[in-house]
């Protein structure tokens, strides 16, 4: 099935920047909604933003909206995450999510409506 593997995290000072990849394993990329999710210790998974199969729509939490932003290069099955002005609060694991389908919408803001899902990779933010 379908494999999605996350890069790009680390260790890095408030105000700093990091960009997380996730490279796709299936040659059906293209039509994927895609979106990242991330999950701090004792909390639940929340969303972070998601992109549509085309990339005609973005979505973004209101907590990163205007610091993050979310691309794709349907050529190479990657979706990216470009994380500026980084707080200590976005500290948590990153995850990769596909949803088959190619939903796209509010829907694409729930853990529910994604098929695939990566290891995650951590992001650590100090002050």
């Known amino acids: 099935q379908v494999q999605l593997v996350e890069s790009g995290g680390g260790l890095v000072q408030a105000g700093g920047s990091l960009r997380l990849s996730c490279a796709a394993s299936?040659?059906?990329?293209?039509?994927?909604?895609m979106g990242w999710f991330r999950q701090a210790p004792g909390k639940e998974r929340e969303f972070v933003a998601a992109?549509?199969?085309?990339?005609?729509?973005?979505y973004y939490a209101n907590s990163v909206k205007g610091r993050f932003t979310i691309s794709r290069d349907n050529a190479k099955n990657t979706v990216y995450l470009q994380m500026n002005s980084l707080k200590p609060e976005d500290t948590a694991v990153y995850y990769c999510?596909?949803?088959?389908?190619?939903?796209?919408?509010?829907?694409?803001?729930?853990?529910?409506?994604?098929?695939?899902w990566g290891q995650g990779t951590q992001v650590t933010v100090s002050s």
């Open positions: 992109i549509s199969w085309n990339s005609d729509s973005t």
């Open positions: 999510a596909a949803d088959q389908n190619g939903s796209w919408g509010l829907r694409l803001r729930t853990t529910r409506q994604y098929d695939y």
């Open positions: 299936g040659r059906t990329f293209s039509s994927y909604a």
